[in-house]
């Protein structure tokens, strides 16, 4: 139930970033997302009933759900064209690593 907070978070304001994105730059819907996962995490941390978990998971969402998407786009307008690739060689990288970390770990 609390995945579905944190992807109903993230169904719902995809697209409103994307369209926020395309107006104002990447750099204030960033801005904004970092701040709602934060916000969510510390809720999510100091909860004591599921309810708030649930609106907690549902901040990350809202934050977190698109950030990827929008520090790739930041970081791809920063970089040359010729260093481009290796940024997704980079996330691609840290995405196997966390992959892997999980092995051993108890479900």
Excluded: N
Excluded at 76 to 94: H, I, K, N, W, Y
């Amino acid at each position: 139930a609390l995945m579905l907070g944190m992807r109903a978070g993230t169904i719902f304001m995809s697209p409103i970033y994307g369209r926020l994105v395309d107006k104002l730059g990447v750099v204030k819907p960033l801005c904004w997302c970092v701040t709602c996962c934060g916000l969510g995490c510390v809720l999510r941390g100091i909860s004591t009933e599921v309810w708030q978990l649930f609106v907690a998971q549902f901040l990350m969402g809202i934050g977190g759900g698109s950030q990827w998407s929008m520090v790739k786009g930041f970081m791809a307008t920063r970089l040359d064209e010729s260093q481009r690739p290796l940024l997704v060689l980079g996330f691609r990288v840290q995405i196997t690593l966390l992959s892997l970390s999980r092995v051993g770990y108890p479900a």
